[in-house]
């Protein structure tokens, strides 16, 4: 089946600093990429919306300055946490949607962030 | 509004027993439904997914689902539980157009030996 792969799994960062999660599509063309965040025991909050080439569509309550979102190629979407706090702290995981015409959104495996 | 419901927030079953997690939609037009499962500190893999056709769905790991138009229903079965299936399962529904899922709160299964 489709991988998708993010990148860091985990990190640890200092309040103030950015963190840039990278997320990628291995063995198909992604022409939608999604953000989700995830509280523990929740399901997934949808963050944004990514189309390739394109500005990300941010779900309401979202501050897309602070998380800034890059879908740079059909295979490769980025979130970037600027000015990261305590309570960004969470689960982040990216999903990819086949654009070869197919509907099904392949997860990637996660990535925590702790801010201290 | 469009919503996916899954009605039990927590199940736990014996292993070897048999399983079954419930899943509605609310949808009008012909859905496109998925189950994904959710081990901890992971992300989200695909089970199974129905779009048309025949509608007992085989998945992997010896799961099936079975889409019910009259019940606005897609369960998940699984004839004997292991208890490596313990954890969290999504039923999610795909709206018409490029448009993100749409997921229930999720069911925990807990598997006892």
């Known amino acids: 089946g489709a991988v998708v792969s993010q990148h860091p799994s985990w990190v640890i960062c200092k309040s103030g600093t950015s963190v840039k999660i990278e997320c990628r599509s291995l063995?198909?063309?992604?022409?939608?990429m999604f953000w989700y965040r995830q509280f523990p025991k929740q399901s997934l909050m949808l963050m944004a919306t990514s189309n390739e080439g394109s500005k990300a569509t941010y779900e309401q309550g979202v501050e897309k300055d602070k998380f800034l979102i890059n879908h740079a190629s059909l295979t490769l979407s980025t979130l970037t946490v600027t000015s990261a706090h305590p309570e960004d702290s969470s689960f982040y995981i990216c999903s990819a949607r086949d654009g070869g015409g197919g509907e099904t959104q392949y997860f990637g495996p996660g990535t925590r962030l702790l801010v201290l | 509004a469009q919503s996916v419901t899954q009605p039990d927030i927590h199940i736990t079953v014996s292993e070897g027993a048999s399983l079954e997690l419930r899943c509605n939609y609310s949808y009008g037009a012909t859905p496109y439904l998925f189950w994904y499962v959710q081990s901890p500190g992971q992300g989200l893999q695909l089970l199974l997914k129905?779009?048309?056709?025949?509608?007992l769905v085989q998945g992997i790991k010896g799961f099936e689902a079975e889409f019910k138009r009259s019940q606005s229903s897609f369960n998940l079965r699984k004839p004997s539980v292991h208890w490596s299936d313990a954890a969290e399962y999504f039923c999610a529904y795909h709206p018409p157009g490029n448009t993100p899922l749409v997921f229930g709160k999720g069911t925990r299964l807990s598997v006892i030996a």
């Open positions: 063995d198909f063309q992604a022409t939608t």
């Open positions: 129905y779009f048309s056709g025949d509608t």
